[in-house]
């Protein structure tokens, strides 16, 4: 199955947040060990200031309940970065196909 991940951030966050990227990089790479295959995901910017304001994946997992797990596994989350997780399910027409994916 294949999910749409946005998390929001915190304000005030950017500095912790490029603290942990490196890590939220290597946990991404790896699937959060294996809990999520990460198709393509980037950070999102606030319009006005057009700096940080969270990060969005595609996510493909066995369960909503996976790739919650795989969110709330994040760095980002666990360091306190992330103010809210949003998950959704994409239709199983979802053409992953199309996108290479960042979790080897």
Not at 35 to 49: E, H, N
Not at 62 to 91: C, H, M, W, Y
Not at 95 to 104: D, G, L, S, V, W
């Amino acid at each position: 199955m294949y999910f749409l991940m946005i998390n929001r951030h915190k304000s005030g966050v950017a500095a912790l947040r490029d603290e942990l990227r490196p890590s939220h990089r290597a946990y991404v790479a790896d699937g959060g060990g294996g809990t999520a295959r990460v198709l393509i995901g980037s950070a999102l910017l606030d319009p006005q200031s057009e700096q940080g304001s969270g990060n969005f994946g595609i996510l493909e997992a066995d369960s909503l309940e996976q790739a919650r797990a795989f969110a709330e596994g994040d760095p980002f989350n666990k360091g306190g970065v992330v103010e809210t997780i949003e998950i959704t399910r994409l239709p199983d027409s979802f053409q992953a196909h199309r996108i290479e994916p960042m979790t080897k």
